[in-house]
């Protein structure tokens, strides 16, 4: 049986997207309004089949390996921890202090950027999900909105 290959894609909810087909390079128009599967089949004119996933995300995720600190709140013990994507929102990371995490927390995180100023980012953030060693957080900081890391994100 042959692999099916996966193309993701990036579109708001309810908007189309564009795919183009890696076989004979035609580009086709995906009408989402007409589905509320994220994760479907397509067949191309030429008769490629892919699977594709809809990335419905407000802000763009961009993967990472960067290393920070984390813990419960300003007078707990700090955890290390490793961001593995990381957005305006929130960021997903892994650490020790995980297990001990519940949906729903509120956690305090400090990293460096990889950019030419080292800038340090500060935030505070709400656990949105749990998965093994991994958290997912998003911000809940007033000011969430931080020059360095858009630029970051952009580069």
Known sequence: MAVI?????????????????????????IPLSRTQKRNFLARCTCGHIF???VDSRSWYRKPVMIYGKCRFNENEREYPMVLENLSLSGLCFRSPLVKKLQVGDIVHVAFELPDRYRSLITRKGIIRHINQQRAGMEFIQEQCYCKELAFFLQS
Do not use: F, N, Y
Request: hydrophobic share 30%; aromatic share 0%; charged share 35%.
């Open 5 to 29: 290959e996966r193309k993701t894609v990036r579109s708001l909810p309810q908007k189309d997207t564009v795919v183009v087909c890696s076989r004979c390079g035609k580009i086709s128009k």
């Open 51 to 53: 699977r594709i996933m």
